[in-house]
Structure formats: C-alpha cells, structure tokens
T-cell receptor, first 109, second 117 residues
Framework: RKEVEQDPGPFNVPEGATVAFNCTYSNSASQSFFWYRQDCRKEPKLLMS???SGNEDGRFTAQLNRASQYISLLIRDSKLSDSATYLC??????????FGAGTTVTVRA | GAVVSQHPSWVICKSGTSVKIECRSLDFQATTMFWYRQFPKQSLMLMATSNEGSKATYEQGVEKDKFLINHASLTLSTLTVTSAHPEDSSFYIC?????????????FGPGTRLTVT
C-alpha cells in the first residue's frame, strides 16, 4: 500500500466553481501534513500546511481527519491560475516528506 | 522564503555518459539537502538524503554507485548520474531543509530535466 494516495483526477471545473479532493495516508504516526502545488514541468511549491483544527488561506481550505487518516483540500471560486497538480505531503515529524502522486485540477474559462 | 537553485535546468546526454547536477542554497546554509526523482504522472520519490561533510543516505532501491552525491559545503550538493541510460531520463529535483520555529521546512530547487538518448 502506498504511503500517500490521491485521486489523480483530472478535475475539470469552470471558473468560479468549488472543487474539493482528498488524500489518504497509511501511517497513523504521521505528524505533519501539507498541500503542495506543482505546475507542469516545475518544482513543487508549498501551498499550505494542514492543521488538526482545519485551516483556511484565502480561497483554500484544508482539513485533517486523523481518525480516518485523510486530508482534504477545497478551492472556492476557482481561477484559471488554480490549474495545477496538487500534491498531498505527509511527514513523520522529521524532515522526510512522503508525496502523493498528485491530483490534477483544470479550471476552464 | 529561502531560494534553492539547480543547474543545469535541462540536459540531454548520450547513453553511457555521466551528468552532474548542482543544487545550491542561495541565501541560507543547509546542512541537509535531498534529491528526488519524478517520472511523468508519478509522485516525487526520495532518492537520497545528503548531509554536509558526511556520506549520503540512500533510499532502498537507489544505487549509490550510480547516483553519486557530494555535499562538500553548506550551500552546495551535487548529484552525478554515472553511465546514464535512457531509463534514467527523469525530472531530478533537489530540496534543502531549514528548521524554523521547531519545524522543518523544505525549499525545492526548480528541477533538472534529464534526457538520455
């Protein structure tokens, strides 16, 4: 079983729509959780950390469910510039990151 | 945030040759750097952890004699792909770890796209 699993998508949504997707992780000892964004042929960039209480950053909302071992990301009022691959990342609290394969989101005009 | 650079950004080489990729932390010192590889539509896979002044720690399945890592200074780590073959064609990304307020944050380089013909 992979450490981090994501629905690859793609999620094709119109501008202004809301899109949400999850990722699941296998190690219950995981301590830190992140969403990264990766554009085509570029390096991953940190979008946001995910906290136990859930957190919001502008149009982006992240949730963590430790009991079910999943993390979610919701994007409201989608923009064309939100088109990217979103990577779910989990760590055991040290510096080693485990990446999901990514969920592709395409926002159309 | 911290800036990490990689050079070259892309390289095409012939099968059997060796390729060196540099990873530099530009405005901070990184005692630990990481090398990842990403094949199309797959996740980033950690290849090795590079510690300044000591030998790299390789992940299971990564050949240390094929992927030579040198971390000679606090701002530079290099990855050399020796005797490259077409199956080594991939996107190689480095990152540098910085500890901030008790948490580790990783900053990624822009990646190097290697094509072996």
């Amino acid at each position: 079983r992979k450490e981090v699993e994501q629905d690859p998508g793609p999620f094709n949504v119109p501008e202004g729509a809301t899109v949400a997707f999850n990722c699941t992780y296998s190690n219950s000892a995981s301590q830190s959780f992140f969403w990264y964004r990766q554009d085509c042929r570029k390096e991953p960039k940190l979008l946001m950390s995910v906290y136990s209480s859930g957190n919001e950053d502008g149009r982006f909302t992240a949730q963590l469910n430790r009991a079910s071992q999943y993390i979610s990301l919701l994007i409201r009022d989608s923009k064309l510039s939100d088109s990217a691959t979103y990577l779910c990342v989990v760590t055991l609290g040290d510096y080693k990151l485990s990446f999901g394969a990514g969920t592709t989101v395409t926002v159309r005009a | 945030g911290a800036v990490v650079s990689q050079h070259p950004s892309w390289v095409i080489c012939k099968s059997g040759t060796s390729v060196k990729i540099e990873c530099r932390s530009l405005d901070f010192q990184a005692t630990t750097m990481f090398w990842y590889r990403q094949f199309p539509k797959q996740s980033l896979m950690l290849m090795a952890t590079s510690n300044e002044g000591s030998k790299a720690t390789y992940e299971q399945g990564v050949e240390k004699d094929k992927f030579l890592i040198n971390h000679a200074s606090l701002t530079l780590s290099t990855l050399t792909v020796t005797s490259a073959h077409p199956e080594d064609s991939s996107f190689y990304i480095c990152s540098a770890s910085v500890r901030l307020a008790g948490n580790y944050e990783q900053y990624f380089g822009p990646g190097t796209r290697l094509t072996v013909t």
